[in-house]
């Protein structure tokens, strides 16, 4: 047995460098029952957030954009994509699994969509 703690923490401005901090961020640690922190666990956690679509919209940000980053000695690595996790945009949640018992923080990594047009073309064969 254990206990996992979750705390709310602030980030400060420029805290994460490749992406824009969505507003929310937490620790999560976890620590035996004779108070020993637990630096990671064997087996993932599955972690939802859940969001707010026209909150997102206000600021400009495509729910697709959205990650989980974990903190590892002062930089932020991306949890997403990975398997079994992602953003459910019907559902207002992202998933995402970790071993790591660590800050976190919601970002948003624009990522640059191209508009492929199909082209189809009509083709008449005369002999």
């Known amino acids: 047995p254990a206990l996992l703690l979750y705390e709310p923490i602030a980030l400060g401005a ?3 460098e490749s992406g824009t901090y969505a507003g929310m961020s937490f620790r999560l640690q976890m620590y ?4 020993q922190l637990i ?3 064997q087996a993932p956690i599955t972690l939802i957030l859940n969001y707010q679509p026209d ?3 206000a600021l ?4 697709r954009d ?3 980053a974990y903190n590892v000695d002062g930089q932020w690595k991306r949890l997403l994509p990975q398997p079994n996790g992602g953003v459910d945009t019907e559902q207002h949640q992202l998933t995402a699994r970790t071993e790591r018992l660590t800050d976190f923080a919601l ?3 624009k990522t640059r969509r191209r508009y492929i047009p199909s082209v ?3 083709f008449s064969a005369t002999p």
């Not at 400009?60 to 729910?63: F, K, S």
Request: net charge negative.
């Open 14 to 16: 420029g805290a994460v």
């Open 32 to 35: 035996t029952l004779d108070n």
């Open 39 to 41: 630096a990671s666990v």
């Open 55 to 57: 909150q997102l919209a």
């Open 60 to 63: 400009g940000w495509d729910a």
């Open 66 to 68: 959205l990650n989980l």
């Open 107 to 109: 970002i948003v990594y």
């Open 120 to 122: 189809i073309s009509r």
